[in-house]
């Protein structure tokens, strides 16, 4: 069922971001210094905090891939109905602001998609740092 599915999905998105703060508290308890550690330490910190969100948002596409395939059935079979709930509910979200502030909707999607784009970017920024430094 999609509906499932989506409370997986934000349940990867819970379990990424505890591993992603635990992996932080590790570093910062086990690391406390790190202008002291070998110069080796900073790339192999970025590659393990680059393989936390990258694994993350490959499961985030999978998740996504695996809904737009349901809701295709969903709509395909909606196509034989009198009513078709699915379809009319996403056209008007996609037609019409859900505020009048907001000009369209914006997909959870988006923001998740994005949130493991940003950790790769911050591991990658500090470790060139460190190595600058």
């Known amino acids: 069922m999609a509906d499932r599915v989506s ?3 934000g349940q990867a998105n819970a379990f990424f971001l505890s591993v992603r703060t635990a992996f932080v508290g590790v570093i910062g308890v086990a ?4 202008r002291h550690d070998p110069l080796w ?7 393990a905090g ?3 969100p990258m694994t993350w948002w490959l499961q985030l596409r999978s998740y996504r891939d695996l809904n737009c395939v349901k809701f295709a059935v969903v709509n395909a079979i909606e196509a034989r109905l009198p009513v078709q709930a699915f379809t009319d ?14 000009v369209r909707h914006a997909e959870l999607g988006f ?3 994005m949130i ?3 950790f790769i970017l911050l591991r990658g920024l ?4 460190r190595l600058l430094a």
């Open 31 to 34: 690391s406390p210094h790190p």
């Open 126 to 129: 500090l470790c060139l740092g």
């Open 89 to 102: 509910e996403w056209g008007h979200l996609t037609r019409t602001p859900a505020t009048p502030r907001r």
């Open 50 to 52: 680059v393989a936390i």
């Open 41 to 47: 330490v900073a790339p192999v910190i970025a590659l």
């Open 116 to 118: 493991p784009r940003i």
């Open 7 to 9: 409370a997986r999905r």
């Open 111 to 113: 923001s998740e998609r």
